[in-house]
């Protein structure tokens, strides 16, 4: 089997998981009563969903994840628990709707989206689109991280969203080999996979770890180190270099 036709069926592989990530998204995001899921929620029913997802959020916020109940939620909401589970089964449910905020702005970003041919500065608008998404979310992150530790739902998420992004990413990087631009003595998956733990981590520790707001020099900080450890090379520069 040829290069180029192990990369085409592996860009099918993840075009479907990218088509079961965004019906699964939308699922959440559209919702459905917990009786008759069929049924499609009218306006006041949909404002109500998105209140007790707005005070699980602020909750999450005010006294942490772990520490945040069903009544808490129904309670900052100023409903029921029965009006609670018409909508949700538990706290890790209605989690799942404040995710994926951050999940829709994701694949409409086309953060995973690396202009491999275009050397550097194909690299840096990566990274600014990283960045950028990263902090604006950081505390949606950072509900998730702790999340996967405690939800199997919240944890499947991420795995679907983390194979889609790392799969997109993996065929950017073939790209670049292809086209002598790229290094090529590592497996495609793995360097993809490298890139994407490096950012995710990096952004991790300072953003969510020590709330910093501004990206000033990361981009610069982080382009210097990854264009060595890819063996990036812009189009003038050639195969060799």
Do not use: N
């Not at 950072?142 to 194979?163: A, I, N």
């Not at 991790?204 to 707001?213: C, D, G, I, S």
């Amino acid at each position: 089997m040829s290069a180029a036709r192990a990369t085409a069926l592996d860009t099918a592989a993840v075009d479907e998981l990218e088509d079961r990530l965004r019906r699964s998204v939308e699922s959440i995001h559209t919702g459905a009563r917990r009786v008759g899921r069929s049924q499609k929620l009218g306006p006041q029913a949909e404002a109500t969903r998105r209140r007790l997802a707005d005070s699980a959020r602020a909750l999450f916020r005010e006294q942490g994840y772990t520490r945040t109940t069903v009544a808490d939620i129904a309670s900052r909401s100023e409903v029921s628990l029965g009006t609670f589970y018409q909508y949700f089964e538990d706290v890790h449910d209605v989690t799942a709707l404040v995710l994926v905020d951050f999940v829709r702005a994701s694949l409409a970003s086309g953060l995973d989206r690396w202009d491999s041919l275009a050397g550097e500065p194909g690299l840096r608008g990566f990274l600014d689109r990283f960045l950028g998404l990263y902090v604006a979310h950081a505390e949606l992150l950072e509900l998730w991280e702790t999340g996967t530790l405690v939800s199997p739902r919240l944890r499947s998420l991420y795995q679907d969203y983390s194979r889609v992004y790392r799969g997109r990413l993996e065929a950017c990087v073939v790209t670049g080999v292809a086209a002598g631009r790229v290094r090529a003595d590592l497996p495609a998956s793995r360097l993809a996979d490298l890139l994407a733990t490096l950012v995710e981590r990096y952004c991790y520790e300072h953003f969510v770890l020590h709330r910093e707001t501004a990206l000033d020099d990361h981009v610069d900080v982080l382009a210097a180190g990854l264009v060595g450890l890819l063996g990036l090379r812009g189009p003038s520069e050639g195969a060799d270099g």
